[in-house]
């Protein structure tokens, strides 16, 4: 019984471990299509889970270019919903906000300085629900820190 209940428990930590999520561009599932890929705070360029191939890195409600956790190396500091630019956080600071999966230029919650939309895994350009306005999907979870790097790896790479 022991010995079912610690292969158990292996089998469910391995599956943990090897939890990914994977970014795609538009609607597609297709490799392809596959942006980066995201691990444990860490976004990777592609399929990759190199060391040499990390994009950002998310610690502490910040974005820190590359594998780096160094003052010089933040891009952005995450604190309620709002983007901060490097290590800010001053008003004028603010890039872009996300309030109830709806992503605002600046400090705005107005509905005409809604840049993108989340919904379902899917990030839609604008209010838009089109399908053809998809810009990009993922197919796990997110935290805000890595939706955050993730949107950064979209729009800055």
């Known amino acids: 019984m022991k010995k079912h209940i610690l292969t158990t428990l292996l089998l469910f930590t391995n599956a943990l471990l090897l939890a ?31 060391r040499q191939d990390i994009l950002y890195n998310v610690k502490d409600g910040k974005v820190y270019k590359g594998n780096m956790n160094f003052l010089k190396d933040i891009v952005v500091t995450i604190r309620d919903g709002k983007i901060y ?57 997110l935290t805000t820190e890595e939706f955050v790097a993730v949107w950064l790896t979209v729009f800055e790479n």
């Open 20 to 50: 990914q999520t994977y970014v795609y561009n538009g609607n597609s599932n297709f490799i392809n299509d596959l942006m980066c890929t995201v691990e444990d705070g860490k976004v990777y360029d592609g399929n990759s889970n190199f």
């Open 85 to 141: 630019r490097g290590n800010s956080f001053f008003q004028g600071d603010i890039v872009f906000n996300i309030q109830n999966n709806t992503i605002y230029n600046g400090n705005s919650i107005s509905s005409f300085d809604i840049i993108a939309r989340i919904e379902d895994g899917k990030v839609y350009k604008g209010n838009s629900r089109f399908r053809g306005d998809i810009v990009f999907n993922f197919d796990g979870e």
